[in-house]
């Protein structure tokens, strides 16, 4: 059913529409109202059988889920940033045991400076975690891809984090359909756990594997994850013959047929993205869009063959390796090895800054044109990075440069105060 | 006639010999029915207190739920001496997560077996001191808060033995450390520092508090049995000697268990919903030399430079206990007697 509703309440009502048996909360934003929904709907007693645990951090929020999972429980949590780092050491652990948890994660920065607005350094952060990370586009496809998730985590007994912007998409209030829950039922089958812990057939989950096993024991895992390859782009097709709906799948591409560059990016920037392409396709431009869902596993053969016919391809990337470049852009260049493709990447929408279509409108333009460096970061402020730059050749003890630049923007009331010293 | 005088205690010690017990007052060790929840041939040193504690207490454990038991395990020791893959010490099921969350993976393990209805299946989880009162601490202070049907079992062997005896909260002042070495005026670790996690723990008002030795097995079985008749939070806090990171022989760990109790540093008692329910008594006192002159880790005191002004302050914390938990009944001698 079509309803106007919160990207948050869409996921908590889809999340409870898949019959998790144990939800572990801890509040972060922007992920807090897919929590504190779902906790209501367990006190209400709407959503039963299933445990809603209040832990005290998020390192025992997926704690919590590996017991609960290595039981044979359907196990769920949310999380952003700060948690998703907290919670670094049992994500790892989660994935490396083969425990099939499923995760939201509101995707925002990563202090310090502490943020709480979107980009995507910490889905970055934990990308060879062993964890498939799914990005979704809009609300609707953020609710659709929690059902494939559980789906696509349980037949794999790999976890699956579902990346949604923060605030951008959790925050947006928007038509969003709900499935039925007899349509999830059928497309969900209880979990089966390929391991438990169960005292009529003891086993030890968790012991210590040296040299001699553990390169087997992961390439096993990196196995799993080319076998989820396959299976992502055959849930979202099963999942759009039976609701009609594109959500999920490996890529996306719009308007790519004849395009001449291609803009690559993941998750809810690629609305933007696609208006700036409709608008320099107006005036002439052949540009197009490709929109990454599945980061890990990486579809690098879909990928070449979504950019392959491209002349330029732009990866406009959240999030980025400090002293290095892009973080997808490394991807996609491995899967366009060998081909004459040039590959620009263009930094943008850290910390929550918006990515205006007339930016991306520029950008497409100075692509045109060739213009654009291997590495660019968006709307920039070069004057002020200048400054900052020059006070502190000028002075050791220059003082904490985030505090500095906010007061070179004239943010923060001391500028003033300052000033009339 | 040559007569042999029958002695009630075994000669030397206070262990009450099974044999001179009824059927059902005997150790689960003594019955080959047991489980060996942890079986022999694990890589435990030799004398080592915590595969002793762990197998007792297990064991205790299976036998009160009719061998329906769930373990769970920090890292630490106990991991990596039972689970030498693809061998494994255990008869349970068991998992190994990580360091600092076994508390909260046994949560979501009781979680689960909640919501599945199963009302049979009991958890515990275990881990070492370093993963009970450092690392888990956080985790374990939830579990508890929260008040989860788990017994969390932290077997203490005052250190972090597994990475090589390095200090944790749990080691004593004074003692010799390789991260609070023996050199400088104070040598050894530091005083008026350290967590007394049973007395944390009963803060908390859960349900169940116990502390107990390897030197009183009969105590720490009837503690564990104690413990899976209550559902909620329950906390055990087992002394246990490591003849490595101590510096004892291996042929000392109950010995130097028994001191411990017997010379007051190490109370021994039970706790419900936050309340001490019952001490065990001081059977015969020793002055803490007794205990500390027979391991290494505080050689340093002995010795060429003795250091009797440490010992004397080490005796305070000993007289502190016996005063807060009334370790020394002023007549317990004629009511062994009457015994």
Known sequence: MLRQIEGSRAVAETVALCRPEVVCAYPISPQTHIIEAVGAMVKAGDLTPCEFINVESEFAAMSVAIGASATGARAYTATASQGLLFMMEAVYNAAGLGLPIVMTLANRAIGAPINIWNDHSDAMAVRDSGWIQLFAETNQEAADLHVQAFRLAEELSVPVMVCMDGFILTHAVEGVDILDQSFVDSFLPPYEPRQVLDTSDPVSIGAMVGPEAFEEVRYLAHLRQLDALERIPLIAKEFAEATGRESGGLVRSYRTDDADIIIVALGSVLGTIKDAVDIRREAGERVGVVGITSFRPFPGRAVHEALSHARQVVIVEKAFSLGSGGVLSTDVAMAMQGTPLTLRTVIAGLGGRSITRRSLEKLIEAAGRDELEGLTFLDLDNGAVERERARMSATRRSGPSAENLLRDRGTVSSVKAKEEV | ?339
């Open chain 2, 1 to 339: 006639m040559t007569t042999q005088p029958v002695h009630f205690y075994q000669i030397g010690s206070f262990a009450v010999g099974n044999r001179l017990l009824s059927d059902d007052e005997r150790t689960v060790q003594s019955n080959l029915d047991r489980t060996n929840s942890i079986d022999s041939g694990h890589r435990a040193c030799q004398g080592c207190g915590e595969a002793l504690g762990a197998r007792y207490a297990l064991d205790a454990a299976m036998r009160a739920t009719n061998g329906q038991i769930v373990a769970v395990n920090a890292t630490g020791c106990l991991e990596v001496f039972s689970t030498p893959y693809p061998e494994t010490s255990w008869r349970i099921p068991w998992l190994h997560s990580l360091f600092g969350n076994a508390p909260a993976v046994a949560t979501g393990v009781a979680a689960a077996l909640r919501v599945k209805g199963n009302r049979d299946v009991r958890v515990v989880a275990q881990a070492g001191d370093g993963g009970t009162v450092d690392i888990g601490f956080g985790c374990l202070s939830g579990m508890f808060e929260r008040n989860d049907d788990v017994l969390f079992i932290c077997y203490d062997n005052e250190g972090y033995m597994n990475t090589g005896v390095q200090r944790s909260a749990a080691t004593p002042p004074a003692a010799r450390t390789a991260t609070t070495e023996v050199v400088g005026p104070e040598p050894g670790n530091i005083f008026g520092q350290g967590k007394d996690l049973p007395r944390i723990a009963m803060a908390h008002d859960i349900p169940y508090v116990a502390t107990a030795t390897v030197a009183d097995l009969h105590d720490l079985e009837r503690k564990v049995e104690r413990a899976m008749e209550l559902h909620g939070a329950r906390y055990l806090h087992v002394l246990v000697p490591c003849p490595l990171g101590w510096g004892s022989a291996s042929n000392e760990t109950i010995h130097i268990a028994r001191l411990a109790k017997e010379s007051g540093l190490f109370p021994v008692f039970e706790a419900e919903n936050g309340k001490v329910t019952s001490v065990s008594k001081i059977r015969r006192q020793v002055p803490v030399e007794d205990y500390l002159s027979i391991q290494r880790r505080f050689a340093h005191l002995f010795g060429k430079n003795p250091r009797p002004d440490v010992v004397a302050h080490i005796q305070e914390m000993a007289d502190q206990n016996i005063a807060r938990y009334g370790l020394v009944d002023e007549d317990a001698d004629s009511k062994e007697m009457a015994e």
